[in-house]
């Protein structure tokens, strides 16, 4: 008895049979089996004084085979955890660049149609315009054509007059409003500078845009006279009550 149980032994070791051992072609060799015992003896010398050196018994061989084991078996598992994240990464990687190159068609889409509208509100007042999109320097630039002759285009809005200029803001918040799909929307005072045919047109323009978007919510302050419009189901007017400049009472609204 060597001192080995044999459920210690590997399970994919066993010892061949009498008949697999006679139908082994046995190789020819030209030295003697005195040399071969020779050199098996020197291992084992080896060996033994390899173990002595190290203090090494049975007992520490066999938590050495078990801890390679246990090692084995753990890089196998962080192996397979690797190769999972890795898969996960590629595919995280994939859907980005499909995210982005949506996202690129959205933006564009998004810039033709605000350009689009930009132009329908400026032919109210009979003018023309673009708006470029400069994303690459994240910046936005107008160009007005104040009517049909192409030498009143300019793209400087400081040459415009202070209604051309009012005209031309409040026709981009509506372009890009109408295009952002923004749920609410207020706006104070956009009729300043203004002269009487443009603010019709602007307060115009503002309710029927209004009306025709029931689902969102657009809020207009404005000092002007707003007696033409007609309340209605979806178009609610406030208004203050005129400031008492000498007896000191607050303002409240109707």
């Given at each position: ?83 999972r994240v890795d898969s996960t990464i590629s595919k995280m990687r994939d859907d980005l660049k499909v995210r982005r190159k949506r996202w690129r068609h959205f933006r ?147």
């Open positions: 008895d060597d001192g080995h149980d044999s459920d210690d032994d590997d399970d994919d070791v066993r010892e061949p049979t009498d008949a697999e051992l006679e139908g082994v072609d046995r190789p020819r060799v030209q030295k003697a089996a005195s040399y071969f015992v020779s050199r098996i003896e020197t291992f084992e010398e080896d060996l033994e004084r390899e173990r002595k050196k190290h203090k090494i018994t049975e007992g520490d061989m066999k938590a050495v085979w078990h801890k390679y084991k246990r090692a084995k078996d753990n890089l196998s598992k962080v192996k397979e955890g690797m190769d564009k889409h998004i810039a033709e149609m605000t350009n689009l509208t930009f132009g329908e509100m400026l032919n109210k007042k009979g003018s023309s315009g673009l708006v470029e999109f400069d994303h690459k320097n994240k910046s936005l630039g107008l160009t007005v054509q104040k009517d049909s002759n192409e030498a009143s285009q300019t793209s400087d809005v400081k040459a415009l007059s202070g209604g051309e200029r009012s005209f031309t803001t409040l026709s981009l918040l509506l372009a890009l409003g109408e295009n952002l799909e923004t749920p609410f929307r207020v706006m104070d005072e956009f009729d300043v500078f203004l002269d009487a045919v443009s603010r019709k047109i602007a307060l115009t323009t503002l309710v029927e845009v209004a009306s025709a978007m029931v689902h969102r919510q657009f809020i207009f302050i404005t000092p002007q006279d707003l007696s033409r419009l007609t309340p209605g189901p979806n178009l609610k007017i406030i208004k203050m009550r005129a400031p008492d400049r000498g007896g000191g009472v607050q303002t409240t609204l109707d």
